[in-house]
């Protein structure tokens, strides 16, 4: 079992930053596929990024070479940063988490426990 808390959200302007964080509880945290989502209104969630159990990483296209998953194992936290935001990446944001899986983790239905997500918005 684990807990996941985000933080981080906020209001920002376009081509601005902001870091979020998902902190854990329970297991070692280097043990977890870790996955980043978002859904806007009126949207289905969609992925954004996963640091896996082994640490590879992938983000989506949409947000590739802006954002950047990364984590720190010490601190149970999971980070994506986001940088040169864009309104189009408003949305709500989750963490989600899947014990020991190496798989590609692309998809909301493979992971087992989910935060309770962050509100980011990017004005124009």
């Known amino acids: 079992q684990v807990q996941l808390v985000e933080s981080g959200g906020g209001l920002v302007q376009a081509g601005g930053s902001l870091r979020l964080s998902c902190a854990a509880s329970?297991?070692?945290?280097?043990?977890?596929?870790m996955g980043w989502f978002r859904q806007a209104p009126g949207k289905e969630r969609e992925f954004v990024a996963v640091i896996r159990s082994g640490g590879s990483t992938f983000v989506a296209d949409s947000v590739k070479g802006r954002f950047t998953v990364s984590r720190d194992n010490a601190k149970k936290t999971v980070y994506l940063q986001m940088n040169s935001l864009k309104p189009e990446d408003t949305a709500v944001y989750y963490c989600a988490a899947r014990y020991i899986y190496y798989a590609l983790g692309l998809t909301d239905n493979e992971y087992d426990y989910w935060g309770q997500g962050t509100q980011v918005t990017v004005s124009s």
């Open positions: 329970g297991r070692t945290l280097s043990s977890y596929a």
